[in-house]
């Protein structure tokens, strides 16, 4: 199971990207599992040393009880001290953000990757679209 947020690629330049895990509670592994969660509109916000995942949405456990998840709580990502150092350094110094581009399982864990990205601007936009409608153009003639 794989939620990607395709939208990040065409809205930012990704210049690293940084695989982390997620603290989740029950009801919510099970619904990513299940693949009602959503990255669409999250970003990522270092905290007190910590790095949040801000605004991602997963939806309801069906079978959960009154014990059920809130949807946009803020989580956890589980980094080590210097990395979340190191990504708070060039945060402040560039230009950058901290873009979630995809949840996946791996070992029976939910993992995330994190781009650290900087925007577009909307002339790069264009251009994408553009080189986008020449491959298809060029894929139909051949």
């Not at 065409?10 to 693949?35: Q, S």
């Not at 581009?101 to 990205?117: E, F, H, S």
């Amino acid at each position: 199971m794989e939620i990607k947020n395709r939208k990040a690629y065409f809205n930012y330049f990704v210049e690293e990207e940084i695989e982390c895990g997620i603290v989740l509670l029950g009801t919510e592994i099970k619904a990513i599992r299940k693949g009602s969660a959503d990255i669409k509109d999250s970003y990522v916000r270092i905290k007190n040393n910590e790095a949040l995942i801000i605004n991602m949405y997963i939806a309801k456990y069906d079978e959960g009880s009154v014990f059920n998840h809130d949807e946009y709580r803020e989580r956890k990502l589980l980094l080590h001290k210097r990395e979340i150092l190191k990504l708070k350094e060039k945060i402040s110094k560039g230009n950058y953000t901290l873009v979630p581009l995809k949840i996946y399982m791996k070992n029976n864990k939910a993992k995330i990757l994190v781009g650290l990205c900087r925007g577009k601007k909307l002339y790069d936009k264009r251009d994408a679209i553009k080189k986008k409608d020449l491959e298809r153009v060029n894929s139909y003639e051949k």
